[in-house]
Structure formats: structure tokens, C-alpha cells
């Protein structure tokens, strides 16, 4: 199998839930972008997947066919947070293993405000199991986001030995990438001391500034081997060298860090790494699901940027940010930029694609050559995701 590569990307402004355009248009939007962006005719793909969480099936065809319906196979994906680069790792996985030479993968979402909770009430949640252990462990009721992320959050805390201080930085340092990126949702810069004093949602640490935001949009992106960005005349192509999806194991039970899929990390960034040959300390450029920002320290660890109880270093020596060893989530992260879930991945990838290419304009990672993704979902999957710059 030849490695593929990210021919084309686009994405629109995510937006706040009520404010939007509905999916159809917003997802049509990012695919004629992509399209364009790659420079090819859409009767040259042969594989489509649609990642998306809140919506009746068939949602995938119903956002594709404002822009063509050439009777190629089209798939509905649904891996929680983690769709948009589950439909990233299909494409690729068709691309590579020989089942066409060009796809697309495209996500989207229309979110409501509030804390994500079932819309299907009438049988069982399956967040159910996460929450029931988190129960037995002593952690009180909220909404499952709150109530998983919260506890990892304090877990660590209690772990390490540090405070929720290290979280406000994280939310700091990321609002101020927003600000260098029009397509974030929120730009105004925050201190630790409006983090820290915002309203509490969880335990006594969690505040609302440490939280991502509910929001609505759409991201797309063209997969193809090189041959075919070869003979179509396809210029600023981004590899993908390497990407590994990992579930959950028995694991999880054990510590309310493991539940949030730190150990789904691991192994899928040790497979993506193997399979890319490469280290992290040869990446520049990170864009890490950040739903929560303990999630963001949490997965510091888990995808091998520092040693383990080592990210308070990390974040007070500024390597997470502009002049450090690695720039985390330049597009301001989940937590500023926006998350709605089922466009988050694709989202990921635009980002890290435009830093590659050296188009992401005053946010631009200097000398990016090597970028890692990481998106989950819980419960759902861990993907990571290398790419290199061609």
C-alpha cells in the first residue's frame, strides 16, 4: 500500500447553535470548497464519507447532493466526537488499500445549547456504563461531558499534585491563538484570573472558560493517492504517513483518566508513530482535541509530547505555543475555534494542512514540516493522525 495524501481542505466558520445555516448548506459549502481546493473535477471521486452525530440516517447523501450525485458509494458515520476523522480514516483506508484512488470526507453538525445529553431517552444512553462507574468511584452527578472530564481533571490533579491553575493557562494560551484566526468562534484574550473566577460547573475547580463551547458548522477534505495527484496535476498535497485508531479496554475502569480515552491515545499514537517512522519530538505543529483543558494536559502525556506528570513543565517553559517545541492547536483548539463534533476532525485536518502548505497566514508554525492530530470520542475511538508536509 502507498501512502495517500490531503489534496484539498475547506471549512466554514463555526458558529454558535441557533445562528446557523442548516447542515445541507454549511456541508455543501466545505465540500465545493475541498474541490476546488484540490482543483478537480467531483466526478473523480469514487468514495464519500459523512461524519455526523445529531441527525437522522442518510444525513451524508442529503448534504452531498447539492453538489453532485454520480451514484458513488456514500457513507454515514456516526463515532461521536471522533466522526470526522473516522470518515478521515476511511477515505484513507479505501484510498490505500486499492478500493479507488480519490474519496471524500466531510463532517458537520447542528448543535443545540447546553451540555450534550441523549436525545434518545427511550433506551439505553450508551455513556450509561462511564457514568455509572464514575458513580461507584465517588464523583456526583452532571451532565456526562462535565462529569467525565471533570473527574480526569481532578484525577490528574490529585495525581500530580498541581492545581487548576495549569488548566487556566491552557485556556489562556489557547484564546490567544484564536485571536491570529478568522475562523475561530471565540477571539476575546482571557487571563487565568477570569479562567479561574468564571462560573464553576463541576466539583470546585471545573469553570465554564475551561469548557468548549456548543457549536455549528461544517469541514471537508479530498484523499488520493500520489499517483492520481500526479497525473491530475495536483500541487501542495499533504501526506499522511501515518494514523492509528484505538477503542477502549478494561482498562478504562480504572481511573477517571483512562475512562476519557488516555489509553486509546497511547495506542493509537504508538501505532501512528510506528507506522510514520517518525518521533514527537519531530513535530512542529499539534491540533489536540481539547474539549475540556484538562483534557488538553491530560493528552499532553498520552500522545508523548512530555513524560508523564510532566505537562506543568510544558506549559510554564511555553512549549505548547510559539517559540517552544511544539505549537498546540494553532487554530485555537475546540475550546476557542469551536467543536461542533461531527465536523471537528475535518476541521483538524484543514488546519494542519494550511500549516503545511504555509497558507495559515499569521498563525503559520514556523518551518512545520511534521504535524499530529489527535480527536476522540467517548465512547467512541482515538485517532491520530501524522502528516508531513511534500
Known amino acids: ?177 484564536a485571536a491570529r484566526n478568522p475562523m475561530a468562534l471565540l477571539t476575546t484574550p482571557l487571563t487565568v484570573e477570569e479562567v479561574l473566577g468564571a462560573k464553576v460547573v463541576y466539583l470546585d475547580y471545573l469553570t465554564r472558560l475551561m ?29 499522511i504517513i501515518g494514523q492509528a485508531m484505538a477503542t477502549d479496554t478494561a482498562s478504562i475502569w480504572d481511573s477517571p483518566v483512562e475512562l476519557v480515552g488516555a489509553g486509546a491515545t497511547r495506542r493509537a499514537a504508538a501505532a501512528a508513530f510506528e507506522q510514520a517512522g517518525v518521533a514527537p519530538t519531530d513535530v512542529q505543529v499539534v491540533e489536540l482535541h481539547d474539549c475540556f483543558t484538562p483534557n488538553e494536559v491530560i493528552n499532553y502525556e498520552a500522545l508523548g509530547l512530555c513524560e508523564e506528570g510532566g505537562a506543568s513543565r510544558l506549559v510554564e517553559d511555553g512549549d505548547n505555543s510559539y517559540g517552544g517545541k511544539f505549537v498546540v492547536n494553532p487554530s485555537g483548539g475546540l475550546m476557542s475555534k469551536g467543536h461542533p463534533l461531527g465536523a471537528t476532525g475535518l476541521a483538524q485536518a484543514y488546519e494542519l494542512s494550511n500549516q503545511l502548505r504555509g497558507r495559515a497566514g499569521p498563525r503559520q508554525v514556523e518551518g512545520a514540516r511534521i504535524a499530529l492530530q489527535h480527536n476522540i470520542g467517548v465512547p467512541g475511538a482515538a485517532v491520530v493522525t501524522i502528516y508531513r508536509a511534500s
Open 1 to 177: 500500500m502507498s501512502r495517500s495524501v490531503i489534496a484539498g481542505v475547506d471549512m466554514t466558520k463555526f458558529v454558535k447553535p441557533g445562528t446557523q445555516e442548516p447542515y445541507r448548506v454549511m456541508a455543501s459549502r466545505a465540500i465545493r470548497g475541498a474541490v476546488k481546493d484540490a482543483g478537480i473535477h467531483p466526478s473523480l471521486i469514487q468514495q464519500v464519507y459523512g461524519g455526523y452525530v445529531y441527525g437522522d440516517s442518510g444525513g451524508a447523501q442529503h448534504a452531498l447532493y447539492d453538489n453532485f450525485m454520480s451514484g458513488v458509494p456514500v457513507i454515514n458515520v456516526n463515532n461521536n466526537c471522533s466522526s470526522g476523522s473516522t470518515a478521515l480514516f476511511l477515505a484513507r483506508q479505501a484510498v490505500e488499500s486499492g478500493a479507488g484512488e480519490c474519496a471524500l470526507a466531510f463532517g458537520f453538525e447542528e448543535m443545540q445549547p447546553g451540555a450534550l445529553g441523549t436525545h434518545w431517552p427511550d433506551r439505553e444512553y450508551p455513556s450509561g456504563h462511564y457514568a455509572d462507574a464514575l458513580g461507584k468511584l465517588g464523583y456526583p452527578e452532571a451532565p456526562v461531558g462535565l462529569r467525565m472530564f471533570g473527574a480526569a481533571g481532578q484525577h490528574y490533579m490529585d495525581q500530580h499534585g498541581v492545581g487548576p491553575e495549569l488548566f487556566a493557562k491552557v485556556a489562556v494560551k489557547t484564546r490567544s491563538h
Open 211 to 239: 469548557c468548549c463551547p456548543p457549536s455549528c458548522g461544517a469541514a471537508a477534505a479530498i484523499v488520493c493517492s500520489k499517483a492520481f495527484a500526479a497525473r491530475h496535476g495536483i500541487a501542495g498535497t499533504v501526506e
